[in-house]
């Protein structure tokens, strides 16, 4: 997955990301280890466990969490459910219709971002299969945003993120009217809108 995605792991002056796996190996000089479990077909798959036999754009998407992205999308599928009784919440996919959605504090990305849809970002990038062959003509040149790429490379960077970090600040913060512990005060204006992961401009191959 991470060698076909190669291509289109593209910053925004036309770097190449590639993304290898190490072999656990004591004393060597290797990057972090992440421990990932598989678990059944029916689960929903996050950064650390995957359901078995995963497709190749969520196992991008999970991989770029590890790596420091956050999720860019509407949580529809957890909601604010209130107990009656003892007013004790809990989140389910019961009220998520109601409103009550968890995460929504979050600064949403554009639909086609690999954080948002993973399959429509594939389909953006011209890396689905159709017969068995790629799409020939993508309407972007990366997988990543511009500002995901900045991230990636520049881990702790201010300077470079600061727009990212103020906006993904927010990407598992729950607003009080949907019970939660409320979202950040005076957030950058650019966090209303997706263009905060940043616009492309076409590189020379």
């Known amino acids: 997955c991470y060698a076909e995605a190669r291509p289109k792991l593209r910053g925004p002056k036309g770097e190449f990301l590639a993304i290898r ?14 421990q990932i479990e598989i678990v059944d077909s ?45 007013g004790a919440v809990a989140y389910t996919t019961t009220n998520a219709d109601k409103g009550f959605t968890a995460y929504d504090c979050r600064a949403f990305g554009p639909p086609d971002s690999l954080m948002v849809d993973q399959g429509e970002a ?45 906006c993904a600040k927010d990407a598992y913060s729950t607003s009080l009217k949907a019970y939660g512990k409320g979202c950040t005060k005076n957030k950058p204006g650019a966090c209303r809108s997706a263009a905060w992961v940043g616009q492309f401009g076409y590189f020379k191959k």
């Not at 190490?22 to 992440?34: I, V, W």
């Open 21 to 34: 796996l190490f072999k656990d190996n004591p004393g060597s000089l290797r990057p972090r280890t992440c």
């Open 42 to 86: 029916n689960a929903r798959s996050n950064s650390e466990a995957w359901k078995d036999g995963l497709d190749c754009p969520t196992i991008l998407h999970e991989t770029m969490h590890l790596l420091g992205l956050s999720d860019e999308y509407r949580e529809w599928s957890r909601g604010a459910n209130v107990d009656k009784k003892t």
């Open 122 to 166: 594939y389909d953006s990038a011209a890396l689905t299969r159709i017969l068995g062959i790629f799409k020939r003509t993508p309407k972007r040149p990366s997988l990543l945003y511009p500002a995901q790429f900045n991230t990636i490379i520049a881990p702790g960077c201010g300077a470079v993120n600061k727009t990212y970090y103020a």
